[in-house]
């Protein structure tokens, strides 16, 4: 289905609409309903009989993505803890490398194999040894398994003869951690046996807004035995630090004492932690340079000092060999890079690059220009955040329906049989995120502000020239006429049939190639003058006029958003495919 007929059936739904709030609903009109349109009324009716009874309602709204992103932290790696996926948290896999060290809790399997086979399942005891069949015990805790593995055999290969022993670990044993200082949860943690600090970090939370990625302590008896820089790992990939923990070990996490910020013109931006002593040429490094869009070769940077911000330009020069103050921010200057995609009656359409200054103009003469039969009139724009728009929009309006069916429970009911597929239709009705725009080179040089700045994403279209008017709603024949010059309004009416006995002449609805919808009033329908404005490729839509639906009382109020209704859908939606 085109765009133009899921208008024409939109529309359609719309004005007959007003046949059933002058009627009301009952069970019979509930069933024939699509099964989440009939979620919608359902949850709508409890609400108003909630709010009838004296009761609250709290309407909950979803948090809209951009909210999400504004919400998140400057700080570079915060994230890190929070997008990890489960399988980032240790599990009891006892396939590890030999470089594990065996403790209390371990359970081994121990293969006897030759003119004595036996296998045994044994746990490291609190003395830190296994007994071995016909040997006694062996100690082996504090030893990798490695070198277990090799004492073992040594041992079973000494006093048996004719038996070689082979080991495997087939369970790891149980840890406790402290996680302390600035954790997001600080506390004692069970973990298993091959963990180590990261993840600890993980399961108390990750680090909190005020913690140091760049300093944290692992601690062991009371001594610090080793001192972590996490962006070794998060930001160049060294995970230098699987230095397992031992149940008992502290992870300390201190605050952080260097901040500063990495704004526009970095391959990196946000909050990053520094050392006593860094420079912008570390600084540099940990961003990964300058963007390829880069502008210029000098940097600003805002600095503390004495009570307020200062901004200081320098060179790169100057910039390398500055050492780095807590609050610095630092920005250069770029310009953003994105990509449209240009279709239709150009001579080279395709996907094009553009930066933030690019326009349509330019754009169209960098494709070549438009090929002879491009109908420019008709060109189109279409743009993710007019969508977003548009699609919040459309869920606002069908919200106010399912709230007028409500409105109308307590009254008789005549089911339309088309209506559930019409509700399901403005339900899912797709949108478009058209934005209107002048494609005419020529008054675009005249007036340079006519001329649309475009956006990342954008999607322009250039139709072929198209010579029909298209004439549909409550005439006597409605469909396809062509366009004439000096015909007007009443002329397309009159070649479809003339206008049928429910029309609605006073709110005809024209919408133009470029998008631009209007509404006629009765008085212009039989003006000559107002050919004008009637141009190739437009839609006439005549509605159903509401005041001729016996009992309807209702039609001064939803009238008005008929006629808006008509409007949104015509100017936000492509006329040609």
Not at 43 to 51: A, I, N, R, T, Y
Not at 258 to 279: Q, S, V, W, Y
Not at 427 to 451: H, P, T
């Amino acid at each position: 289905m085109n765009n133009l007929h899921k208008i024409i059936i939109s529309l359609t739904f719309f004005f007959s609409f007003s046949l059933l709030f002058a009627q009301g609903f009952d069970e019979k009109f509930l069933t024939g309903l699509p099964k989440d349109v009939r979620e919608d009324v359902l949850k709508e009716l409890e609400v108003s009989q909630s709010s009838t009874e004296g009761s609250t309602v709290i309407e909950r709204r979803p948090i809209s993505k951009l909210k999400l992103e504004e919400s998140q932290s400057e700080r570079y790696g915060i994230d890190f803890f929070n997008s990890v996926q489960s399988s980032f948290m240790p599990i009891n896999d006892p396939n590890i490398n030999g470089d594990y060290i065996l403790d209390f809790g371990d359970v081994l399997d121990v293969y006897y194999i030759g003119v004595l086979n036996q296998n045994l399942t044994m746990q490291i005891s609190r003395d830190g040894s296994i007994s071995l069949p016909k040997i006694g015990p062996v100690i082996i805790s504090g030893l990798t398994l490695r070198q277990a593995s090799s004492l073992i055999q040594a041992k079973i290969k000494a006093s048996l003869t004719g038996v070689e022993g082979y080991i495997t670990l087939s369970n790891l044993r149980d840890i406790q951690v402290l996680v302390t200082g600035e954790s997001s949860y600080p506390g004692v943690y069970t973990l298993n046996g091959n963990s180590n600090l990261l993840h600890a970090l993980n399961v108390s939370g990750g680090i909190s807004e005020n913690g140091s990625f760049r300093s944290i302590e692992i601690k062991r008896d009371g001594k610090t035995i080793k001192i972590v820089d996490l962006y070794d790992l998060i930001i160049f990939g060294n995970a230098s630090f699987t230095h397992r923990l031992q149940s008992g070990d502290t992870i300390y996490v201190p605050p952080a004492k260097i901040l500063a910020r990495a704004g526009g013109g970095f391959n990196r931006t946000g909050i990053f932690e520094f050392k006593e002593g860094d420079t912008y040429k570390d600084l540099l490094t940990i961003v990964g340079g300058t963007s390829r869009a880069a502008l210029s070769d000098n940097y600003l940077i805002n600095t503390y000092n004495n009570g307020k911000f200062q901004t200081v330009d320098l060179n790169i020069v100057e910039l390398l060999s500055r050492e780095i103050v807590n609050d610095d921010s630092i920005y250069f200057e770029e310009y953003s890079i994105g990509t449209i995609s240009l279709k239709g009656m150009v001579k080279f359409p395709g996907v094009y690059s553009i930066t933030n200054n690019d326009t349509l103009s330019s754009i169209i003469n960098r494709a070549g220009g438009y090929l002879d039969q491009a109908y420019t009139f008709g060109g189109q724009i279409y743009r993710e955040k007019a969508k977003l728009l548009e699609k919040e929009n459309n869920t606002n309006l069908y919200n106010d329906f399912i709230k007028y069916i409500v409105g109308s429970f307590n009254k008789g009911v005549i089911v339309d049989t088309t209506l559930p597929a019409l509700l399901q239709e403005l339900k899912n009705k797709e949108v478009s995120g058209r934005v209107r725009a002048e494609f005419n080179l020529n008054m675009i040089a005249l007036n340079k502000e006519l001329d649309t700045l475009l956006r990342d994403g954008d999607i322009i279209f250039i139709p072929k020239y198209d010579e029909s008017i298209y004439v549909y709603g409550e005439v006597v024949s409605p469909g396809t006429t062509r366009y004439e010059y000096q015909n007007s309004l009443s002329d397309y009416v009159k070649f479809t049939g003339g206008l049928s006995p429910y029309a609605d002449s006073s709110r005809i609805v024209v919408i133009s190639p470029d998008g631009k919808p209007s509404i006629k009033s009765r008085n212009k329908l039989f003006n000559q003058q107002d050919s004008f404005d009637i141009y190739p490729g437009s839609v006439i839509y005549v509605p159903r006029d509401l005041n001729q639906v016996e009992g309807l009382r209702i039609a001064e109020v939803v009238a008005p958003i008929f006629s808006s209704l008509a409007l949104s859908l015509a100017s936000l939606s492509a006329i040609n495919d």
